[in-house]
């Protein structure tokens, strides 16, 4: 029984007033009274007073728990802890509260021991076994931290409701800064303390722990005047693990340290180099009383906090002290030596906690420091041995590079089923629906216009939920309209969508490419319908037509029909016969059909799946000739499967309503789309070239073109790919998948001066702070030989993600900087130890042998248990190929190289398969089959996604056939463009 | 009042927040981590500071985002739900943990969502309410900000939602 909302609203105010009354015979004399002649009001209302009364007697509010345990569990609030027990400890107060967690004071349960201990509560849960395993392990280095000055990690563990927490030795005392000031200290004794604590951290760093959160709080001094570091590692254990939701507090404000350094303000990976710039606002507070950044108040916003700690230069030490002695005792070298541990770029401070507390040391006697010296301590680099070893370990760098980052969007989805090849012939006649056509517009989302209220972008809070579907509607087939016209090329929903309610069209008309924006309002009268619609000229921003219309509800597809008509009209792109025909054909007689679809496609576009399945089934149940909510059907099922939860129900319901529609309309474009799409999805891309070839204009242009070129792309039919990915991305310009695409087949196809262009016009669509474009400049610069230049490009991203840092860790090596290597193999996390090889690549070529060989023993055992899973898993077959090389089991690293090789055949996958052949020529060269790797490398060098010329020359692999003069001529080959076809 | 959208960076965010979230969640599901988790996470967490901290950021934007999140908590609790009547999981991860947290106060995820899919047809207010309290978790204050209504409508509508969600639910037991 569904209950009428005015009704509703009747009984909802009937009930308020009752349970303002004092007792329960009021409240139950009050609802009779009210609902005196209603016998089905009162009995509703009776009946909830009845469950109000037994809520209100129940000692548990289930509903509200459960309400409590969302927040607390999305917002990792924990809840007291006095005289709780965790573990063998029982909180007796708390004693600190922080953006982590909270800090309890805590006795031996058993009574045993009377010390005290302090427990860290962290607010974040354990959630996947890996993290679990990730976290014990982390618990277990830190348990191994023996040091006088670190305060010890008693235990660790996870209280039942999934929290960590830390057990760790009580320490009192005050805070370093306020021991400090209270003393009167000198400037020597302040820095005889600073290096007690350098050198703390400096065991931790030999352990691999960075502490990440150095501050004056998290360092005290006893009362006997010792030092005590707290939290060493936690602050990773935390971060790594945590959720991001949870890095802001319940009030929204930001929860990092206005002590942050540049690269942890903008959320990058942090190295020791973060703990040497920690160290350096230590130290700067240490001799000025006073922190080295402004901010313009308390709590500054992230924005402000990154102008600060990213653009502004910290005043001189000497220069914000008032006396003149101690101005004289800084200038100059504690200048020098603070300037340096506090730059922005991490490559520039002391490359150690070492080489910083040297330079103190020796200041304070009285040598010449380092710094100061023009020898910044980071520029110390091993040259390059020339060992055999060392090829080793690039061999197996090269493998990874293979494999890593090149045609990434392929591997976002990955492989699950290999397709045939389609006959060339087919092709032909593959349509091409381009975005070539000059005529150009963006349909903006139209505006609500609902009586007595405000213009509203009307979204899912919104009240006018039912106006919003309809508005939304009427918008959609416009553009859907305008979009089928075949001169014209029309922005796709997706990217207009960002434009709702924005008010300068100039603006959205550069950022989007077109010369015209058309715009709208719609009114609901009752059962009369207002539509206003206006055709804009952008470029002189003049109004080329407008009309309004006034007709009853039901006429809404012929305003559309009709605004798209004249819209085509207006731009003299008048529709062919065709076109108007299937224009005016309504998608369904049944009104209340039409209304379930909306809805669904508003739900749809909320990405809410369910909701929309269970609309459509309405539809179709209603309407059961309705294509559209057919193909619908079939997008939300696959969109479901690609994006939920990759279910074979889902898929095969996506297949089945796709099926449905093209028995229903067999040349309708859109039931070939959803098909073509099913295939998609099936990773099939042979039937979906099938269906798209020779389809007319569907909906959805750029999904179209999209769809063409994933499909061209594999089967080797690079520019085919190129042009359609290139028209998706103009149709669709807010779709960063689209960019990526384009970028991926530019690069495959050495084309660095377009990829690079189409880059800098790409880039104002991704966010601003993201490394994902400058990972393909990089490879772009590459490519072209400049290895510096790929390398800088992305030092200087604005953002460093896993895969950006991989890259760089490639090029330092590439660059035979290993310091740097290392350094950012820091940053990853150690769960990431075998999805790339760089730690044993860097041990070999330290000369380490025996880390190398453990490495890649460890290697082997973990490719073969990815394997035992997939068997299909190329990456695993050829790290498992390498491992295998670097032990010198030369015939089970061919097998495994060629067993790859062989699931991904040129004829059938032309995206992967240049890629596994390289690994099977650089594999060779590792064994030292010079002969045998020249012949594989000559079967690739001239394909697309085959090696380019910057991996030739720089990659180590190759050392021992570099000088062959046939290698020399692969390499200027893999310097032209390559061939196909 | 028509809504200061600042155009392409907040308005293309939110989709792809929203992706981003129901990745995540998938993630959970299966218990495992891609190699790309670590990107999107990061995605994630700027979109959400953005509109925490971004001056341009409009309360239409952050209220849609908040909406959007605990619709996606909650078809992600109901689908997790519903799997695992199917078939009982283990394991500590988060869903798991929520699940039997709603097994120990006897709440049947998959009626409440139900239950508000009818409460949407006569009362969507309220009912979005309740999603962003119950799935949502968020606070009575936080719904009035996001909602633009009183703390205290908030406090008396969702104190209703209760009593009738209560009886919905005590009615299918039967």
Not at chain 1, 422 to 445: H, T
Not at chain 1, 597 to 603: G, M, T, V
Not at chain 2, 97 to 105: D, K, N, V
């Amino acid at each position: 029984m569904s209950m009428d909302p005015q009704r509703w609203q009747e009984l909802k105010s009937i009930l308020s007033d009752a349970f303002d009354q004092e007792s329960t015979d009021a409240r139950r004399a009050w609802v009779k009274r009210s609902c005196s002649g209603d016998e089905t009001l009162l009995q509703e209302a009776e009946s909830l007073l009845a469950e109000a009364e037994i809520l209100r007697r129940s000692a548990n509010d289930d509903l509200e728990a459960c309400a409590e345990n969302a927040a607390r569990r999305i917002r990792r609030e924990v809840a007291s802890q006095i005289g709780k027990r965790i573990g063998a400890y029982v909180v007796t107060r708390e004693i600190g509260r922080g953006g982590m967690g909270t800090v309890y004071l805590a006795a031996r349960a058993d009574g045993y021991f009377e010390k005290e201990v302090a427990i860290k509560l962290l607010n974040s849960g354990i959630d996947t076994e890996e993290m679990v395993q990730r976290f014990h392990f982390e618990r277990r280095v830190l348990a191994r931290l023996d040091h006088p000055n670190i305060a010890r990690l008693l235990d660790a563990g996870t209280t039942d409701d999934g929290y960590q927490y830390f057990v760790m030795e009580y320490v009192e005392g005050v805070p370093v800064t306020r021991f400090l000031e209270e003393n009167s200290a000198s400037i020597s004794s302040r820095l005889e303390l600073f290096l007690k604590i350098c050198s703390a951290v400096e065991v931790a760093h030999a352990h691999s722990v960075v502490h990440r959160d150095l501050k004056a709080s998290n360092i005290l001094v006893t009362s006997k005047g010792d030092v005590k570091l707290l939290d060493f590692g936690i602050a990773k254990v935390m971060l790594d693990a945590a959720n991001p939701l949870e890095s802001t507090a319940p009030d929204g404000k930001l929860l990092t340290p206005v002590s942050a350094s540049p690269e942890q303000a903008r959320g990058e990976a942090d190295t020791e180099s973060t703990d040497v710039y920690a160290l350096g606002v230590l130290l700067y507070e240490i001799l000025t009383g006073c922190k080295p950044h402004r901010f313009p108040h308390r709590n500054p916003t992230l924005q402000e906090l990154l102008t600060v700690l990213c653009d502004q230069e910290p005043h001189r030490p000497s220069s914000v002290v008032k006396d003149g002695g101690r101005q004289r005792r800084l200038r100059g070298d504690l200048d020098a030596i603070v300037g340096c541990a506090l730059q922005k770029k991490p490559a520039r401070r002391y490359s150690s906690v070492k080489s910083f507390a040297g330079d103190v040391q020796r200041h304070l006697s009285g040598k010449a420091i380092h710094v100061r010296a023009g020898e910044p301590a980071y520029v110390l680099r091993r040259t390059l041995s020339r060992s055999r070893s060392l090829r080793l370990a690039l061999t197996v760098l090269a493998v990874a590079s293979g494999l890593s980052l090149l045609l990434l969007s392929n591997r976002l989805f990955p492989t699950r089923k290999q397709s045939e090849l389609p006959r060339s012939a087919e092709r032909s006649e593959v349509s091409s629906i381009q975005a070539q056509a000059k005529k150009s517009i963006a349909v903006l989302p139209f505006r609500s216009v609902t009586p007595g209220s405000a213009v509203l972008p009307v979204e899912s809070l919104g009240t006018d939920i039912e106006d919003s579907y309809f508005v939304d509607g009427i918008h959609e087939n416009i553009l859907a309209g305008l979009t089928q016209v075949s001169d014209l090329k029309v922005i796709s929903r997706g990217s207009v969508m960002a434009y709702r309610g924005a008010e300068t069209t100039r603006g959205i008309a550069e950022a989007l490419g077109v010369a015209y924006i058309a715009e709208g309002s719609v009114k609901k009268m009752g059962d009369r319908l207002h539509v206003h619609s206006r055709l804009i000229d952008a470029q002189r921003n003049t109004t080329v037509w407008e009309h309004h219309y006034e007709k009853p509800l039901e006429d809404v597809f012929s305003i559309e029909s009709e605004i798209v008509q004249t819209v085509a009209s207006q731009l003299n792109t008048p529709l062919s016969s065709e076109e108007k025909s299937a224009l005016t054909r309504a998608p369904t007689r049944n009104m209340e059909a039409y209304h379930s679809y909306l809805r669904a496609l508003h739900f749809f576009n909320q990405r809410d799946y369910s909701r929309a399945i269970d609309l459509l089934q309405d539809c179709v149940r209603r309407d059961p000739p309705f294509v559209l909510a057919y193909c619908l059907l079939s997008k939300t099922y696959l969109d479901s499967y690609r994006f939920v939860q990759p279910s074979e129900q889902s898929l095969a319901a996506g297949k089945g309503a796709a099926e449905i529609a093209v028995r229903l309309a067999p040349q309708m474009a859109d039931a070939r789309l959803a098909m073509a799409r099913y295939y998609r999805a099936a990773r099939d891309f042979d039937r979906a070239l099938e269906e798209l070839s020779g389809m007319g204009i569907p909906r959805d242009r750029a999904e179209f073109n999209e769809l063409l070129a994933l499909a061209e792309r594999r089967h080797g039919c690079w520019n085919e790919a190129l042009r359609h990915g290139q028209a998706a991305a103009e149709l669709d310009p807010h779709n960063p998948f689209l960019a990526i695409e384009v970028l991926e087949s530019h690069i495959a196809l050495r084309q660095f001066r377009e990829a690079e262009d189409f880059a800098d016009r790409a880039i104002k669509h991704f966010p601003p702070d993201d490394d994902v474009i400058s990972i393909y400049r990089s490879y772009c610069r590459l490519g072209l030989g400049k290895l510096q230049e790929a390398r800088s490009v992305l030092e200087n991203a604005p953002g460093r993600t896993v895969w950006g840092t991989n890259r760089l860790i490639q090029l330092a090596i590439f660059a035979r900087d290993l310091d740097r290597a290392a350094a950012l193999l820091a940053t990853l996390p150690v769960e990431k130890k075998y999805s790339m090889p760089w730690e044993g690549i860097i041990a070999s070529m330290r000369g380490d042998q025996e880390k190398a060989r453990e490495y890649y023993a460890g290697a082997i055992v973990h490719y073969q248990k990815t394997l035992a899973k997939r068997f299909d898993d190329l990456d695993a077959l050829s790290g498992l190929g390498f491992a295998y090389a670097v032990l010198g089991r030369k015939e089970e690293a061919i097998r495994e190289a060629r067993r790859a090789v062989e699931l991904v055949p040129l004829a059938r996958n032309a995206v992967d398969a240049p890629g596994q052949i390289l690994v099977l020529a650089e594999i060779y060269a590792q064994l030292g089959e010079g002969k045998a790797a020249l012949e594989q490398l000559a079967k690739v060098v001239q394909l697309p996604a085959g090696p380019d010329y910057g991996r030739l020359k720089f990659d180590p692999v190759w050392d021992d056939i570099r000088m062959d003069p046939r290698f020399q001529e692969l390499m200027s080959r893999a310097a032209q463009p390559p061939d196909w076809n | 009042m028509p809504a200061k959208a600042n155009g392409s960076s907040l308005g293309e965010m939110i989709p792809a927040v929203y992706d981003e979230l129901l990745r995540l969640a998938e993630i959970y599901l299966r218990g495992e981590r891609s190699d790309h988790t670590l990107q999107r996470t990061a995605l994630v967490h700027e979109a959400f500071l953005r509109l925490e901290n971004g001056q341009t950021v409009s309360w239409e934007s952050r209220a849609h985002f908040l909406g959007i999140f605990a619709r996606t908590m909650r078809q992600t609790l109901t689908n997790y739900a519903i799997a695992r009547n199917r078939k009982k999981r283990g394991g500590q991860d988060r869903l798991e943990l929520a699940a039997e947290f709603y097994e120990s106060r006897e709440i049947d995820v998959v009626r409440v969502d139900e239950a508000l899919r009818e409460l949407e047809q006569f009362d969507p207010r309220q009912s979005q309410i309740v999603e962003l309290r119950f799935f949502g978790g968020l606070t009575v204050p936080e719904i009035s900000t996001a909602m633009r209504i009183s703390v205290a409508t908030v406090q008396r509508e969702w104190a209703h939602a209760k009593v009738w969600l209560h009886r919905e639910l005590s009615r299918s037991d039967r």
